[in-house]
């Protein structure tokens, strides 16, 4: 008989539209006993989103059918965008009330992941680490700072990865592959079923409205910064689409201006924005496309869950090689296709090959990327955390 599994604690920054569901999922399907701490509000309450320049909280449950608490922050500047943005002086009583048997810490450059981190070990509390860093479009990190990491890594007893960059990246900070559990990035799939007949009545509706019937449609969604590509992408648009052609953009960030301005330049050219999209609104955006675009360069797209979510409703992607899910998702010819990220005429002749590629091709593609990431799940990902735990030595 397998020994139970420890409590486990939780250290995350925030409610994560990504991971409540899992959380809920987690507490319903397993026996596994645990508890989320976070450390910052942002989602559940209206907060400035810098990257967005827009204020917002997510319009789907992030708190209910899993335990969880909020620890004070007391961060003058609260947030992830800097070392001390999540300062939390309570943490580690908290925890020790909880009394865990395990803690899992999601990322560690805040103070208060440090905290965490190295009060655990004093307490001989075992530890694990769930991040999804690659080394795409950056190359081996200089000698200190691989140094740091691998002192760092050393601390965990598991570590989950997400997928084979990650891996990678992993393995090469001396992380030994006996620690190392496939706990792949998912989202929630009911949320994006390609059956639902709201979904796909709320897209044909959008579809009409925004002029895109009998259109080959192109989505960009996420926010307009220069690491992922916007203005390349509606640039190689311009230069290879057709009038049966057009091109949308959701989202919101700093080169919205610029993006706009760019596109009424070619008033031959198709193309629409729709604003910042909350979770409720994103399937039917999705579904809308016959072709999602993230052209992403440099490790800024550690992964991209907006590729699980865009494949789970069967359409095919369009991403740079740069991007983190690339080799585990996107397969030029049998899921979407691929470009060199730092090559934006790659970029244009990609996406001119996607735009003509017939509609039985198109929708080969798009079945093949629902059964692709079918395998990427509330449930694998479980898996590999339920494997991580049960590799811990008994206390």
């Known amino acids: 008989m397998p020994a139970p599994l420890p409590r486990l604690a939780i250290v995350l920054s925030h409610p994560v539209q990504y991971y409540s569901p899992w959380f809920r999922w987690l507490k319903q399907n397993t026996v596994l006993e645990f508890r989320v701490f976070y450390l910052w509000d942002f989602g559940v309450r209206e907060t400035l989103d810098r990257q967005f320049a827009a204020s917002f909280k997510w319009d789907v449950d992030l708190l209910s059918g899993y335990e969880h608490e909020f620890v004070p922050n007391v961060a003058a500047d609260p947030g992830t965008h800097h070392f001390r943005g999540l300062n939390n002086p309570t943490l580690t009583k908290r925890l020790a009330l909880w009394r865990p048997g395990a803690i899992l810490l999601f990322g560690y450059n805040w103070l208060s992941h440090q905290r965490a981190l190295w009060w655990a070990r004093r307490k001989n509390i075992p530890l694990l680490f769930r991040g999804d860093s690659h080394l795409l479009g950056r190359g081996r990190p200089a000698l200190p700072q691989r140094t740091m990491l691998k002192i760092l890594y050393r601390q965990f007893a598991a570590i989950t990865h997400v997928g084979a960059a990650n891996r990678e990246y992993f393995i090469l900070l001396g992380v030994p592959a006996s620690r190392l559990f496939f706990a792949p990035h998912s989202v929630d799939a009911a949320r994006f079923n390609p059956a639902d007949s709201a ?6 509706l959008l579809r009409a409205e925004l002029g895109l019937n009998g259109k080959r449609v192109v989505l960009f969604a996420g926010k307009f910064s220069a690491a992922k590509q916007p203005l390349e992408l509606l640039r190689a648009f311009h230069a ?6 057009a091109l949308v953009f959701v989202g919101d960030g700093p080169l919205k201006d610029e993006l706009v301005a760019l596109a009424q330049t070619r008033a031959d050219r198709l193309v629409r924005f729709l604003p910042f999209a909350n979770q409720s609104e994103m399937p039917a955006r999705y579904r809308l496309a016959d072709i999602f675009a993230l052209p992403s360069r440099g490790h800024y797209e550690t992964w ?8 789970h409703l069967g359409v095919p992607c369009l991403v740079s090689d740069l991007v983190g899910c690339q080799r585990d998702l996107v397969i030029s010819g049998e899921t979407g296709w691929v470009f060199p990220g730092d090559n934006p005429a790659a970029l244009a002749g990609t996406l001119q090959t ?8 198109l929708h080969r593609l798009g079945q093949n990327a629902i059964a692709t990431v079918s395998r990427y799940t509330y449930q694998q990902t479980s898996d590999g955390l339920l494997r991580a735990l049960a590799s811990l030595p008994s206390p």
Do not use: I, K, Y
């Not at 979904?199 to 044909?204: D, H, I, L, N, P």
């Not at 991209?304 to 494949?311: F, H, P, R, S």
């Open 240 to 245: 290879v689409a057709t009038d049966g052609d």
């Open 199 to 204: 979904t796909r009545e709320s897209a044909r």
């Open 304 to 311: 991209g869950l907006a590729v699980n979510e865009a494949m």
């Open 354 to 361: 996607a735009l003509r590629t017939a509609p039985q091709e």
